[in-house]
């Protein structure tokens, strides 16, 4: 597994870009601390994988589970109009899927979402009361 890895190495430059919420059957769900769409959240596979179709069958099934059961507790948490998934991966090698809440008249609506627009950003307090209200649909 490559040094420079988010997901496996990287601890300080991940936890400048985002907050573990929870463990998940075969992920890890975070919350991405840039907040232009309230409740944005990040899955990544649990194990080193550059692409998607590399994970393991019976994984993968689990993985895909895992981001439906993210999206629907930002669906109920939040009741945005539409969520964007993307899973991109061209510099960041670990097979992960972003989760997009957006808002109908929001930035981006209608639209593809910035990577990181790096616009709007929360106290603790503020991310803290986004991972209690996706945690309490997970």
């Known amino acids: 597994m ?3 890895c988010l997901y496996c190495q ?3 430059a991940l936890d400048a870009l ?3 919420i929870a463990d998940l059957s075969v992920s890890t769900l975070y919350l991405f601390k840039e907040q232009t769409h309230p409740g944005r959240c990040v899955v990544a596979y649990k194990d080193h994988v550059g692409q998607q179709f590399e994970i393991p ?3 993968y099934v689990q993985f895909m589970l895992d981001v439906r059961r993210v999206a ?3 669906n109920k ?3 945005p109009a539409k969520i964007n998934f993307g899973a991109y991966s061209d510099t960041l090698k670990h097979a992960h899927w972003h989760i997009v809440p957006k ?4 930035p981006e609506w209608g639209g593809t979402f910035a990577m990181n627009p790096k616009q709007t950003y929360l106290s603790d307090a ?3 009361a986004i991972i209690d209200k996706i945690r309490q649909y997970l």
């Open 2 to 4: 490559p040094q420079n």
């Open 10 to 12: 990287n601890k300080e």
């Open 18 to 20: 985002m907050i573990k």
């Open 57 to 59: 069958e019976a994984d």
């Open 72 to 74: 629907i507790a930002i």
């Open 77 to 79: 948490a939040f009741q």
């Open 103 to 106: 808002y109908e008249g929001g």
């Open 126 to 128: 503020e991310y803290a």
